[in-house]
C-alpha cells in the first residue's frame, strides 16, 4: 500500500533562518506531488506541484521554492524564512491530475 | 476563478443525531470533488471522492453526493458519533493539477 511521510512535526525557526522540509512517498511510481500551506483559519493552499522529477510548477510568489531531486521526493525550501511563512505544511499526492489525493501528516512551522 | 464554500462553519449535534454538512463551488467545470477530514493539528484524510460524471458515492455511515450542473456537494453523516468530531473539509479539482479547498465546517458530535 502507498505511504506518505513527511517531517519534522513541528518546527521553530528565527526569523532569517534556512529551511527544508521533506516529503517520501512509498508504493507507487511517478506520483504527482504537491506542497499546500493551512494558515490558521483560511483554507489551504496549493504552493507548488509537480508532475515528475525536476518538473515544479509554483501557483503563487513567495518566499519558498520546491524540488523534486527524486521520483518519490519532494522538498520545500527556504533561504531566509519571514515571519510570515508560519504555517501548516502538507504534502500530498496522487496518481493522476484527476483522481484521489492523500494528504501526509503536516509540518507546524512557527516562525519567531 | 473557482471559489469553495462550506455551510455551516461549526455545527454541535447530540450523539446519534443524522446530519448534512453542504459544500458549493462557482465553476461547475471540475474533473472531481472530494470530502476530507482533519483532526486536530493532523493531516488530511480522504473520505470520498466522487467524479465529475458521479452522482453520489457511500462509505460506511458517509454518503456524498454531487450536483455539478447546480455546484453542489452534500456529506451526509449517519448516526453520528462522538468519533465523528472533527473538521470536514471539501475540495474541487477544476480542469488543472490543483484541489481548491473550502474553509471547512468543524463538527463536534456530542455524548
Known amino acids: 500500500s502507498q505511504t506518505i511521510h513527511q517531517w519534522p512535526a513541528t518546527l521553530v525557526q528565527p526569523v532569517g533562518s534556512p529551511l527544508s522540509l521533506e516529503c517520501t512517498v512509498e508504493?507507487?511510481?511517478?506520483?504527482?506531488l504537491y506542497w499546500y500551506r493551512q494558515a490558521a483559519g483560511r483554507g489551504l493552499q496549493l504552493l507548488f506541484y509537480s508532475v515528475g522529477i525536476g518538473q515544479i510548477s509554483s501557483e503563487v510568489p513567495q518566499n519558498l521554492s520546491a524540488s523534486r531531486p527524486q521520483d518519490r521526493q519532494f522538498i520545500l525550501s527556504s533561504k531566509k524564512l519571514l515571519l510570515s511563512d508560519s504555517g501548516f505544511y502538507l504534502c500530498?499526492?496522487?496518481?493522476?491530475?484527476?483522481?484521489?489525493?492523500?494528504f501526509g501528516q503536516g509540518t507546524r512551522l512557527t516562525v519567531v | 476563478k473557482q471559489e469553495v464554500t462550506q455551510i455551516p462553519a461549526a455545527l454541535s449535534v447530540p450523539e446519534g443525531e443524522n446530519l448534512v454538512l453542504n459544500c458549493s463551488f462557482t465553476d461547475s467545470a471540475i474533473y472531481n470533488l472530494q470530502w476530507f477530514r482533519q483532526d486536530p493539528g493532523k493531516g488530511l484524510t480522504s473520505l470520498l471522492l466522487?467524479?465529475?460524471?458521479?452522482r453520489e458515492q457511500t462509505s460506511g455511515r458517509l454518503n456524498a453526493s454531487l450536483d455539478k450542473s447546480s455546484g453542489r456537494s452534500t456529506l451526509y453523516i449517519a448516526a453520528s458519533q462522538p468519533g465523528d468530531s472533527a473538521t470536514y473539509l471539501c475540495?474541487?479539482?477544476?480542469?488543472?493539477?490543483?484541489?481548491?479547498f473550502g474553509a471547512g465546517t468543524i463538527l463536534r458530535v456530542k455524548s
Open positions: 508504493g507507487t511510481s511517478n506520483p504527482n
Open positions: 500530498a499526492w496522487s496518481v493522476l491530475q484527476n483522481t484521489e489525493a492523500f
Open positions: 475540495a474541487v479539482r477544476p480542469s488543472g493539477n490543483k484541489l481548491v
Open positions: 466522487i467524479q465529475s460524471s458521479q
